[in-house]
T-cell receptor, first 112, second 112 residues
Framework: DAGVTQSPTHLIKTRGQQVTLRCSPK?????VSWYQQALGQGPQFIFQ???????QRGNFPDRFSGHQFPNYSSELNVNALLLGDSALYLC???????????FGSGTRLTVV | KQEVTQIPAALSVPEGENLVLNCSFT??????LQWFRQDPGKGLTSLLL?????REQTSGRLNASLDKSSGRSTLYIAASQPGDSATYLC???????????FGKGTRLSVIA
């Protein structure tokens, strides 16, 4: 049973560019959440998608946007990249609050 | 707003020691609490999920307890091994659809 799959694993972008990160949830999961983790910090919640709608959003600017597809996979888009956007981006999937979250291996984004 | 604190921030122990990692959270209205392990630059691996109705969960050498009323959870690792070296994160799951909130974790080093 495949867990959460994220692509790409690593990415280097230039300031001002745009980036798209992708996530396929664990089989049977219908909710996808995205987190940003800076070095030495805990993951920070960006937003959560359920039934193709953004259900919750953390304290991130509108430059961060997302999408969920009918097959429950999801994309995270970041526009006008800043150096401070360099981080590990984690995708987590879940199905109901009582069953816990499954995380992917993350995408390491470096903005230069 | 849920806030999570993990003590200690870092811990270095010789191989074979039993150890306890502490997690405290401010809002006790939680559905469950999940402990994760994170290797450097990698994603989060779920270790244990404790439901709010449970007092503890065990998996191999790991035992997690939950005292919901006092807002505390502990992760006990028995007979530590160098392979246990990682950062350990706890995340209480609030009621409803509120996403996971993380602290900064405890960075554990087990010395052979």
């Amino acid at each position: 049973d495949a867990g959460v799959t994220q692509s790409p694993t690593h990415l280097i972008k230039t300031r001002g560019q745009q980036v798209t990160l992708r996530c396929s949830p664990k089989s049977g999961h219908d909710t996808v959440s995205w987190y940003q983790q800076a070095l030495g910090q805990g993951p920070q919640f960006i937003f959560q998608y359920y039934e193709e709608e953004e259900r919750q959003r953390g304290n991130f600017p509108d430059r961060f946007s997302g999408h969920q597809f009918p097959n429950y996979s999801s994309e995270l888009n970041v526009n006008a990249l800043l150096l401070g956007d360099s981080a590990l981006y984690l995708c987590a999937s879940s199905s109901g609050q009582n069953y816990g979250y499954t995380f992917g291996s993350g995408t390491r984004l470096t903005v230069v | 707003k849920q806030e999570v604190t993990q003590i200690p921030a870092a811990l270095s122990v010789p191989e074979g020691e039993n150890l306890v990692l502490n997690c405290s959270f401010t809002d006790s209205a939680i559905y469950n609490l999940q402990w994760f392990r994170q290797d450097p630059g990698k994603g989060l691996t779920s270790l244990l999920l404790i439901q709010s109705s449970q007092r503890e969960q065990t998996s191999g050498r790991l035992n997690a307890s939950l005292d919901k009323s006092s807002g505390r959870s502990t992760l006990y690792i028995a007979a530590s091994q160098p392979g246990d070296s990682a950062t350990y994160l706890c995340a209480p799951g609030d009621s409803g659809n509120t996403p996971l909130v993380f602290g900064k974790g405890t960075r554990l080093s087990v010395i052979a």
